[in-house]
């Protein structure tokens, strides 16, 4: 069984940085890849981000693409979301997730899930 817990969550104002982080536990984190997904009010689980488990590849959502950072460090087993520049628009609750069996921008995909953790940015 994988457990994840999200971190580093908050209130910040318009173009502050916040750094999440994920601690994994359970199977071998660096044989996965890691994801993080938010979520806004009223609204489905968005991609934002993801990193391989071996080549440490990583992909974007356009919106983060300029601002964010993902990063994993296997010999700690955790997984990191940089923020810069944040909006009001990325206030959301974000979730970082494990092992994708698919298309790794759909949330369907990913096997584990953490609790997520709140940003809000205020304007």
């Known amino acids: 069984q994988v457990q994840l817990v999200e971190s580093g969550g908050g209130l910040v104002q318009t173009g502050d940085s916040l750094r999440l982080s994920c601690a994994a536990s359970?199977?071998?984190?660096?044989?996965?890849?890691v994801a993080w997904f938010r979520q806004a009010p009223g609204k489905g689980r968005e991609f934002v981000a993801t990193?391989?488990?071996?080549?440490?590849?990583?992909r974007y959502a356009e919106f983060a693409r300029d601002r964010f950072t993902i990063a994993r460090n296997n010999a700690e087993n955790t997984a990191s979301l940089q923020m810069s520049s944040l909006k009001p628009r990325d206030t959301a609750v974000y979730y970082c997730?494990?092992?994708?069996?698919?298309?790794?921008?759909?949330?369907?995909?990913?096997?584990?899930w953490g609790q997520g953790t709140q940003v809000t940015v205020s304007s």
């Open positions: 359970g199977k071998r984190f660096s044989d996965y890849s």
């Open positions: 997730a494990e092992y994708s069996t698919g298309r790794y921008d759909r949330a369907e995909v990913w096997n584990y």
């Open positions: 990193i391989n488990w071996n080549d440490f590849g990583t």
